[in-house]
């Protein structure tokens, strides 16, 4: 090769290089968080050691980000000091200040390699609206003043299932009509709503949702484990992206998150901050594959596949559940490539999937309520049907793929709804079982799974595929998880409570109520997982803003808020270097403060 060639061939890498350093900013920074009204003026070069006890603010939320919508947030000490650092951010930086409902938050620009200390003073409200605006949905759901507590379970049940109920974009003052209106679409993305729940919804939430301030009485979370904790968010797509589940690969450390509003892969570099997506052909699948006949999330979806599950399995290679086209997805991170492995026959809606520790992958078939076994070396899969439980859930199992085939033929028009045995029967959401969560017990092999709606647990032979079932002493079991010692950890959606199985003796030994913010809210925990360094169980807690931590020695909680309004998680996953990792998938995306969907991981401090 000539010189000059190889000057035209490093010359334009070396500037992308260059540009790319330019572009790229690191901040080191410290400093004090403060009341307004009583903190001293000025940036001292010692700001954790200048300003009276009686005026800090400990547990606030310090949060850099930058123009790409990274962020990367840090808690205020009991003394109001914290510390801030973060490489590979891209220009212009702000630094902003929050601490709950009381206060406004503090935002300032900062520049570039900023390395100083910083007082960030917090005015303290006094406007009753401006407070009620700031608390977050646990708060204005919690309101809510419902006839019964079956009415309000019904609601609890069915209208936070994909969403918070009470943030800024679902407690719009709206007339009883208007909320018909909504409660019908909602119906169309799968609420199953009866004829007396659309009255009673529409009336009480027209009545309570007035625009009136909700008085709260908050207190700053602070615990040990609060400062020196991390939280780093990557925000990115657009407001009807929907990043369902995230997994990280041992082969390379990228996070993959599946976008099941789009048919794409989404991965993340956490080193780099960067990125990319891959996108998924349509493969001569009808838009909305077996939910072709539905209005709406999937006619406003550009899915065809809608992958909502992903997890790493044999030889690297990534298994996604590919709910609306009733497949199992396998993505090769090193090709981009994917294969789709049909199920067929009567299974609809493919769910969560685990793998044991034989490389066989066990995955929920929720709307068809089945299970599925699926050997990845020969792609040979078997459908376990299971329990009906029920007269009229045993016509769903039998009828569903039909009604669904029937309503295609009508074009977008919600026909399954229509079709449906919920409403003329009264039965409502009782007319489906619903297996949601499932794992493998890690000292026996044993496959366990949730029902959410018939409120159960189950566990399959691997061997001889027998099926038994337990009731659960709270309702809406939704996605559980196994500890290394065979404890099996259960969250109830609609009651807020961690339950705790004995697989050994197959009895709940405990139960745990979810903290909440202030006394008469509400916690709707959507899924758990179990940290192998600690054991400790960490909690999707949807209402509030919050990661819960469970410590099952010291049966003691901890709570991380999130810097971001509307965070409404799902799976968590682990990294090697003790990240805990989920996706901020709120339906829509729009409703995130931000207007995005997020990539979220936490750095708990190791005290």
């Given at each position: 090769?000539?010189?000059?060639?190889?000057?035209?061939?490093?010359?334009?890498?070396?500037?992308?290089?260059?540009?790319?350093?330019?572009?790229?900013?690191?901040?080191?920074?410290?400093?004090?968080?403060?009341?307004?009204?009583?903190?001293?003026?000025?940036?001292?070069?010692?700001?954790?050691?200048?300003?009276?006890?009686?005026?800090?603010?400990?547990?606030?939320?310090?949060?850099?980000?930058?123009?790409?919508g990274v962020s990367v947030t840090t808690y205020s000490a009991a003394n109001g000091a914290w510390e801030l650092k973060q490489d590979s951010l891209q220009p212009p930086l702000t630094l902003r200040a929050r601490a709950g409902a009381a206060y406004a938050d503090t935002t300032l620009n900062i520049e570039p390699g900023a390395q100083s200390s910083i007082i960030l003073q917090l005015e303290k409200l006094t406007d009753p609206k401006a407070i009620s605006a700031r608390l977050t949905a646990s708060a204005h759901a919690s309101a809510v003043d419902w006839q019964d507590a079956d009415t309000k379970q019904d609601f609890i049940s069915q209208c936070h299932f994909c969403h918070q109920i009470g943030n800024?974009?679902?407690?719009?003052?709206?007339?009883?009509?208007?909320?018909?209106?909504?409660?019908?679409?909602?119906?169309?993305?799968?609420?199953?709503?009866?004829?007396?729940?659309?009255?009673d919804f529409a009336k009480t939430l027209s009545a309570n949702f007035n625009g009136e301030p909700v008085p709260a009485v908050r207190t700053l979370e602070m615990h040990d484990g609060l400062p020196g904790s991390v939280m780093r968010e990557w925000s990115f797509g657009g407001p009807?992206?929907?990043?369902?589940?995230?997994?990280?690969?041992?082969?390379?450390?990228?996070?993959?998150?599946?976008?099941m509003s789009a048919d794409k892969i989404w991965i993340l570099d956490r080193t780099t901050n960067e990125i990319e997506d891959?996108?998924?052909?349509?493969?001569?699948?009808?838009?909305?594959g077996m939910f072709a006949g539905a209005v709406a999330p999937l006619g406003t979806f550009a899915a065809y596949h809608g992958p909502h599950s992903i997890i790493e399995g044999p030889k690297g290679k990534l298994y996604t559940t590919n709910s609306l086209a009733s497949e199992i997805g396998i993505f090769d991170p090193k090709t981009r490539e994917t294969d789709f492995v049909k199920l067929g026959g009567d299974t609809v809606y493919p769910h969560t999937l685990r793998f044991d520790d034989q490389g066989i992958l066990w995955f929920t078939v929720a709307l068809s309520n089945q299970v599925?076994?699926?050997?990845?070396?020969?792609?040979?899969?078997?459908?376990?049907?299971?329990?009906?439980?029920?007269?009229?859930?045993?016509?769903?199992?039998?009828?569903?793929?039909?009604?669904?085939?029937?309503?295609?033929?009508?074009?977008?028009?919600?026909?399954?709804?229509?079709?449906?045995?919920?409403?003329?029967?009264?039965e409502g959401r009782d007319v489906l079982n619903l297996p949601y969560g499932i794992d493998v017990n890690p000292i026996d092999g044993m496959i366990w799974y949730s029902k959410l709606y018939a409120g159960r647990i189950g566990k399959i032979d691997p061997k001889t595929l027998e099926v038994t079932e337990f009731e659960t002493p709270y309702p809406a079991p939704r996605r559980l998880r196994f500890a290394k010692d065979g404890t099996l950890w259960i969250p109830s959606f609609e009651s807020g409570v961690l339950m705790?199985?004995?697989?050994?003796?197959?009895?709940?030994?405990?139960?745990?109520?979810?903290?909440?913010?202030?006394?008469?809210?509400?916690?709707?925990?959507?899924?758990?997982a179990v940290e192998p360094s600690t054991?400790?169980?960490?909690?999707?807690?949807?209402?509030?803003?919050?990661?819960?931590?469970?410590?099952?020695?010291?049966?003691?909680?901890?709570?991380?808020?999130?810097?971001?309004?509307?965070?409404?998680?799902?799976d968590f996953?682990?990294?090697?270097?003790?990240?805990?990792?989920?996706?901020?998938?709120?339906?829509?995306?729009?409703?995130i403060e931000g207007g995005r969907a997020k990539f979220m991981c936490l750095t708990p401090a190791r005290n």
């Open positions: 090769m000539t010189i000059k060639k190889l000057h035209t061939l490093i010359l334009p890498l070396a500037l992308t290089l260059l540009a790319a350093q330019a572009h790229a900013a690191s901040v080191q920074l410290s400093g004090q968080v403060t009341l307004a009204d009583l903190a001293p003026e000025g940036e001292p070069t010692n700001a954790a050691d200048s300003v009276p006890d009686s005026v800090v603010v400990g547990g606030a939320m310090i949060t850099v980000t930058d123009s790409r800024a974009s679902t407690r719009v003052e709206k007339t009883e009509e208007q909320w018909r209106d909504t409660l019908e679409r909602m119906q169309g993305y799968g609420a199953m709503l009866t004829w007396q729940n659309e009255d009807i992206n929907y990043v369902h589940d995230i997994e990280i690969s041992k082969e390379d450390g990228l996070i993959y998150g599946v976008d891959v996108q998924w052909p349509a493969n001569d699948l009808p838009l909305g599925g076994r699926l050997d990845p070396e020969t792609r040979e899969f078997t459908i376990i049907d299971l329990p009906s439980n029920g007269a009229w859930r045993w016509v769903a199992d039998a009828m569903l793929p039909t009604i669904l085939k029937v309503a295609s033929w009508f074009g977008k028009e919600d026909m399954h709804v229509a079709l449906s045995h919920h409403k003329i029967t009264g705790k199985f004995d697989p050994a003796t197959e009895t709940f030994t405990k139960s745990y109520e979810l903290p909440v913010l202030a006394k008469g809210e509400y916690e709707t925990p959507y899924a758990v054991q400790h169980v960490w909690i999707a807690a949807n209402m509030s803003d919050r990661i819960l931590r469970f410590d099952p020695v010291a049966e003691t909680f901890q709570a991380y808020p999130s810097p971001t309004r509307v965070t409404f998680l799902r996953i682990f990294t090697p270097d003790g990240d805990v990792c989920t996706s901020n998938a709120n339906l829509p995306a729009s409703a």
